[in-house]
């Protein structure tokens, strides 16, 4: 399992095929929980993320971004 708290590299994972499992509220927000089944894809998109280099369809992540808010949104008078 992987767990994040940005919003847009969550949809950079969702945009490839990354499972997101389920998202809990913390003090500090809400962390995405998302099951690997790439090791060495994971790696690469966080240093495409980090150093500005990753590409997604933009459709994907449109909807992405969508499906994430839901998660915000289920959380949000927690």
């Known amino acids: 399992m992987y767990t994040t708290r940005d919003f847009y590299f969550s949809a950079l994972l969702i945009t490839h095929r990354f499972d997101l499992v389920d998202s809990e509220k913390h003090n500090d927000g ?3 929980i998302f ?5 060495d894809l994971l790696n690469k998109l966080q240093n495409d993320f980090n150093t500005l280099n990753a590409y997604v369809n933009m459709n994907k992540f449109v909807k992405a971004t969508a499906r994430l808010r839901k998660e915000l949104d289920r959380h949000k008078n927690k």
């Open 30 to 32: 809400v962390h995405f």
């Open 35 to 39: 099951k690997v089944h790439d090791e």
